[in-house]
């Protein structure tokens, strides 16, 4: 089975700070997918960032990187120069190379501080 | 190009009573699944439809059930409306690449479901 877990409930940030929000997952697969979405008060799930598990390169867009310590089964989201549009809850998630389901964390509320 | 398209927005129901929840599939996309995001909750899989077909299924009861229409269009049908039920329930669609395992997911904005 696969479980994905998010120990931060609530996160907050100062604009232009920099914030890291945390994942860890557990399986016996070798081959994955793991991604962080980002779900705004209009509910939307919009994907931020996706790491595949064979690279050993994590992987970045623009102000969004992750730390991905497949060993550790770890796999955090770094934003940079946070913005207002940054607040949202932001989920972790998992999904088998051969699957068709993601497997999401419980979540994390950030909000990005003026 | 139309993107995932969910209705209605919100719907108010009664225990034991049935309900039709609709997606629209983003334009292309043959794929469409289906997730339940309780309150304070992360979604869970109900199940994916693939060419009118159900192609995986989570951890739901029967009473949970689909459809997908030759236009890939879905709908989810749940009966005998349970207090637990409340949630947010999330189509996806996605169109299957051939040679590469993982398909993007386009979420839509949800319908939120209220059982009283």
């Known amino acids: 089975a696969q479980t994905v877990t998010q120990s931060q409930p609530e996160m907050s940030v100062q604009e232009a700070e920099t914030v890291t929000l945390s994942c860890t997952y557990d399986?016996?697969?070798?081959?994955?997918?793991l991604f962080w979405y980002k779900q705004p008060p209009s509910r939307q799930m919009i994907l931020v960032i996706r790491q595949e598990a064979y690279k050993q390169q994590n992987a970045t867009e623009n102000r969004f990187s992750v730390n991905f310590q497949k060993a550790a089964k770890s796999f955090s989201l770094k934003i940079s120069d946070s913005q207002l549009g940054d607040t949202a809850m932001y989920f972790c998630?998992?999904?088998?190379?051969?699957?068709?389901?993601?497997?999401f964390g419980t979540g994390t509320s950030l909000t990005v501080i003026p | 190009e139309t993107g995932v398209t969910q209705s209605p927005t919100h719907l108010i129901k009664t225990r034991g009573q049935q309900v039709t929840l609709r997606c629209s599939s983003q334009?292309?996309?043959?794929?469409v699944s289906w997730y339940q995001q309780a309150l304070g909750q992360g979604p869970q899989f109900i199940f994916q439809?693939?060419?009118?077909?159900?192609?995986g299924r989570g951890n739901f009861p029967p009473r949970f059930s689909g459809l997908q229409f030759p236009n890939y269009s879905s709908e989810l049908n749940v009966n005998a409306l349970e207090l637990d039920d409340s949630a947010l329930y999330l189509c996806?669609?996605?169109?299957?690449?051939?040679?590469?395992?993982?398909?993007?997911?386009?979420f839509g904005p949800g319908t939120r479901l209220t059982v009283l």
């Open positions: 399986t016996s697969e070798n081959n994955y997918y």
């Open positions: 998630a998992f999904m088998t190379n051969t699957g068709n389901q993601f497997y």
């Open positions: 439809y693939y060419r009118e077909e159900e192609n």
């Open positions: 334009s292309g996309h043959n794929t």
């Open positions: 996806a669609s996605s169109f299957p690449t051939q040679g590469c395992s993982y398909n993007e997911q386009f």
